[in-house]
């Protein structure tokens, strides 16, 4: 599985923006994906993450840190074997890499280990103007 992650930028305090993966694979349907960021020196740490049964009738399907709740939304359109992240109300401290992740395997349930993800994404820099 390939991952590419893209959609970072430099945005105000406040502002939003959205990331994008873009996955291979025929059964992106059944991966489990997630997001994570990292700032120099630091563990890289869990954002959100979705599972395969994700539906936009329920939310029960996707996780996220309780530091981007409310704020974050992540999404998934299989059509397009892409996933989102939809960053509102962004703050300093949301500034970091961000990565785009995958667990190997079908209709894994999702998770907020770094070390469960078997493949990453290049990472996408977002930089939060205060």
């Known amino acids: 599985v390939q991952l590419q992650a893209f959609g970072g930028g430099l945005v105000q305090a406040g502002g939003s923006l959205r990331l994008s993966c873009a996955a291979s694979?025929?059964?992106?349907?059944?991966?489990?994906m997630g997001w994570f960021r990292q700032v120099p020196g630091k563990e890289r740490d869990f954002v959100a993450a979705?599972?395969?049964?994700?539906?936009?009738?329920?939310?029960?399907?996707?996780l996220y840190a309780d530091s981007v709740k409310g704020r974050f939304t992540i999404s998934r359109d299989n059509a397009k074997n892409t996933v989102y992240l939809q960053m509102n109300s962004l703050k300093p401290e949301d500034m970091a890499v961000y990565y785009c992740?995958?667990?190997?395997?079908?209709?894994?349930?999702?998770?907020?280990?770094?070390?469960?993800?078997?493949?990453w994404g290049q990472g996408t820099l977002v930089t939060v103007s205060s």
């Open positions: 694979g025929r059964t992106f349907h059944t991966y489990t």
């Open positions: 979705i599972d395969a049964f994700f539906s936009f009738d329920s939310a029960a399907s996707a």
């Open positions: 992740a995958s667990i190997r395997g079908s209709y894994r349930p999702a998770t907020m280990r770094a070390s469960d993800y078997d493949y």
